[in-house]
């Protein structure tokens, strides 16, 4: 089946750093990915919605100037957290479906859990 | 936009019991998908219901779409450790855009 490949699984940085999370369709092509984070307990929001050659497009709430998200080819979009900070640890999901279908379901990464000190 | 609540928050059952969540929406959903998502995870697609009334089995897993497009539930018939986890349901809006209900987490007394 279809599969999401997001990297890093974990990070650990200083408050202050910035970080860059990687997810990558590795069968399919992808024109439009999703960014969603969860905090512990909690559902998943979504952030931002990726799009090929385009600028993202972000929820409201999610700063786009801190949340810089860049899908340059089909099958790979980033997120980075710029000058992160205590309050930006959580987990970072990314999901996708192959391009061209419309309903069913979406393929997840792997996540990433964000821990900024 | 629209929300999907989802109850109960939580649930603590002992191995072999059933367990059903609820979805509940105020207006018309187009569509309902179910996910799983295990502790530490990533959450992991189970079914999509479209039809108004439609029933879908899977092996334990029973899941239903209201009548009125309205409600869903996932029922678990003889809960096994396995089913541990956070059952979300979800809507799609628009194309592909998933907004999410506030889950239900499973936990199972061997």
């Known amino acids: 089946g279809a599969v999401v490949s997001q990297h890093p699984s974990w990070v650990i940085c200083k408050s202050g750093t910035s970080v860059k999370i990687e997810c990558r369709s590795l069968d399919f092509q992808a024109t439009t990915m999703f960014w969603y984070r969860q905090f512990p307990k909690q559902s998943l929001m979504l952030m931002a919605t990726?799009?090929?050659?385009?600028?993202?497009?972000?929820e409201q709430g999610v700063e786009k100037d801190k949340f810089l998200i860049n899908h340059a080819s089909l099958t790979l979009s980033t997120l980075t957290v710029t000058s992160a900070h205590p309050e930006d640890s959580s987990f970072y999901i990314c999901?996708?479906?192959?391009?061209?279908?419309?309903?069913?379901?979406?393929?997840f990464g792997e996540g990433s859990r964000l821990t900024v000190l | 936009g629209q929300q999907v609540m989802q109850i109960p928050q939580y649930q603590h059952v002992q191995e072999g019991e059933d367990f059903t969540t609820y979805c509940n929406s105020s207006?018309?959903?187009?569509?309902i998908q179910w996910y799983k998502q295990r502790p530490g995870g990533h959450p992991v697609f189970l079914i999509q219901?479209?039809?108004?009334?439609e029933v879908k089995k899977q092996k334990r897993l029973t899941f239903q779409f209201g009548e009125a497009k309205k409600n869903s539930s996932l029922h678990i018939t003889a809960t096994q450790t396995t089913d541990v986890g956070t059952y979300f349901c979800?809507?799609?809006?628009?194309?592909?855009?998933?907004?999410f209900g506030q889950g239900t987490r499973l936990t199972i007394n061997p």
């Open positions: 219901l479209v039809k108004s009334g």
């Open positions: 207006t018309t959903l187009s569509n």
């Open positions: 979800a809507e799609s809006q628009g194309a592909q855009k998933l907004v």
């Open positions: 999901s996708t479906k192959p391009r061209g279908t419309f309903a069913g379901e979406l393929f």
């Open positions: 990726s799009n090929e050659g385009s600028k993202a497009t972000y």
